[in-house]
């Protein structure tokens, strides 16, 4: 507890129960839905546990995103003390949050990543092929295949060469780290910030099929955006393209591999994919830090008034296992009704824009883990393994398996 007598936000799932939502929120959700919750700096902001509270705060814009307004409950995902300069478009309100959105909005739409499976199924296999032609046993299956497949295709995506795939995991492990002290967090964000502004300055002289020249070549010739602007959004699509799709690939093959009974059920019918992905976002909700908000009036939820200038944090685990929501919530039911009513991607205007290519790619990689590795164990216990609760996104620092 803090001197104020707040708990911290929980993050640490109840012992011997690693899919569980950290210790607490349970508790929270049925007995004090809104409550209050301990920040580093000392200060508090209002946590939010049940589902329609949160729907409620994520979908009014009275609580804005904008790190920079007081109040705002920061932490070390969201930069310390960002300057408006930096914050990239998630940290802003519309109409600015707006306009910079609709420039990448057609990058990501359902029909674009349609045309891009071809792409995401090669990258998969390639890795798959490794993992087969490897001769050492175990293989760890993050470093194998969960980290590398959706750096592979974001950095396609943005023209990242393939030699700085490691430089730039390198930087989002520090960046979400609970225990990087904010000194080298703040010196990883000026040296990410940097790389991106070498690889746009050297799109901006030849650019290529990619996102960030289309930016330059278009948003960028025409005044729409400066160089700077471009180069934060690299940083942007290259942290939310990557390491979450990632801790949910270990999740999802870890889940699956503990049920051979229902990983034979998709074996067998894989048109109960799509259901099986949204209800493995839902189950495992790996944002563990947010979103959060700060109040611009004084707002009504669930009963509680939050006054202007109070900051919100929304719990995401607590929400996706609301029982007046989700029958059953810790079941883990791929046949569940109303799969898409989780919030593992967030809701309202800021909803996570790459969540068709999030879900493409969770698709692909299990099915061919599944037609392929249909033998595919842990190589180690269950307590053995060692999660990321040292991180504000959750997943498997490593996952030994065999086949």
Sequence with gaps: MTPAGLAYLPTTPPTGCPFDPPEGLVRLRREEPISRTALPDGSWAWLVTRHQDARAVLGDLRFSSDTTRPGYPLSGMTGGTPTAADRG???MDPP????????????????????????LQRITDELCDAM???????????????????SRVICVLLGVPGADHDLFQGFTSRLFSREVPEDVKAATREEFNAYLEELTAAKAADPGDDILSRLITGHEAAGELARKDVATFGVLLL???HDTTANMIGLSALSLMDDPELSGTLRRDPSLLPGAVEELLRFHSIIRNGPRRVALEDVEVGGQVIRAR??????VPAANRDEDVFEDPDRFDIRRPGGRHHLAFGWGVHQCIGQALARAELEIVVATLLRRFPRLRPAVPLEDLRFRTDQAIYGCHSLPVTW
């Excluded at 949050?97 to 609709?102: G, K, M, V």
């Excluded at 087969?132 to 959706?150: C, I, N």
């Excluded at 109070?310 to 719990?315: K, Q, R």
């Design 89 to 91: 478009f998630i940290r």
């Design 96 to 119: 600015e949050h707006s306009r910079l959105r609709r420039m990448i909005m057609r990058e990501f739409t359902v029909k674009r990543v349609e045309e891009l499976r071809p792409d």
């Design 132 to 150: 087969e032609r490897s001769p050492e046993r175990p293989v760890d299956l993050v470093r194998a295949l969960a980290l590398p497949m959706p």
């Design 239 to 241: 942290i939310a393209g």
């Design 310 to 315: 109070e900051g919100v944090i929304v719990s």
